[in-house]
């Protein structure tokens, strides 16, 4: 699934190649991942001008001169810029641009593509719950939220709550807790100032090498070429029985509610012992 590194990465590169395009037409195969109808969708894109795209959380936010088009992967996929004469195998959505290139957009599972009205972006209830960018958050921004928390609730669900934070999901939520040495388990408002600090940076550190290398291995690029962050880039993620990196025991799966978690007993103890 894309998380911050990836959908950062794909937006500013989307951005860069996409500038100034203008749709020619639009061809919609999978009609349920849209919220118009695809005679409304297509009648509200079409020679609209590319003139930015950004993100926010998972999704990729493409500003035409004809209002907004909302793209989110779910479970991941491929936007892809080709030509007709090169269409990738599997496609939901095809943006034709009146330079003859188009823009192809795949869900591996389901995802979605939405259109609002410049005014109406913040309209749509799946835009307007969402936290800030983990990636834009400032340090003070950070320790706010923090302080805003239930007493209850536990470090590892703040941090996927996309309302809250938006962009962290399960690639990187292990590393991010390892790097902070804190156990999935912790509540927020037990943690130190130290830890928090540590938890902001470990933030940092568990995204910005992905960012840096283009993304996760498992997503690609506008072009099809794979993100650079590779297994090896990861700490302790999905690497049950390994060493910790930092002090050897055995990284160990656990479960954390409905999910699984990668810790290091030793580095990240469990709050109940
Ligand atoms: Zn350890």
């Not at 190649?17 to 037409?25: F, P």
């Not at 470090?155 to 292990?174: P, R």
């Not at 990240?268 to 012992?273: H, I, K, S, V």
């Amino acid at each position: 699934m894309p998380e911050a590194p990836e959908i950062a990465s794909r937006s500013a590169e989307m951005n860069t190649a996409l500038k100034n395009k203008v749709i020619e037409s639009v061809e919609v195969s999978q009609p349920k991942c849209l919220n118009l109808s695809v005679e409304e969708f297509k009648a509200a894109l079409v020679t609209g001008v590319i003139e930015s795209v950004s993100y926010h959380g998972k999704w990729i936010m493409m500003n035409t001169s004809r209002g907004w088009l909302l793209l989110n992967l779910g479970m991941g996929g491929e936007i892809l810029l080709v030509t007709r004469d090169s269409l990738p195998a599997k496609y939901r959505l095809v943006l034709d641009f009146t330079d003859k290139t188009c823009l192809t957009i795949n869900f591996w599972w389901f995802g979605y593509a939405f259109h609002a009205k410049q005014e109406e972006l913040f309209t749509i209830p799946m835009i307007a719950r969402l936290g800030p960018n983990v990636l834009d958050l400032t340090q003070e921004d950070f320790k706010t939220l923090l302080e805003n928390q239930k007493s209850k609730t536990r470090v590892k669900a703040f941090l996927l709550d996309q309302s809250k934070i938006a962009g962290i999901g399960n690639a990187y939520i292990h590393d991010i807790l390892f790097l902070a040495r804190l156990h999935p388990k912790r509540i927020v408002s037990s943690l130190s100032d130290a830890e928090r600090t540590g938890l902001y940076n470990a933030i940092q550190g568990g995204l910005r090498p992905s960012l840096k290398k283009g993304g996760a291995f498992y997503e690609t690029n506008l072009y099809g070429q794979k993100g650079g962050f590779s297994m090896e880039d990861i700490l302790i993620g999905y690497k049950e029985g390994n060493a910790c990196p930092n002090c050897g025991t055995p990284i160990e799966k656990i479960r954390t509610g409905s999910t699984s978690s990668f810790i290091c007993p030793t580095c990240q103890p469990d709050p109940a012992f």
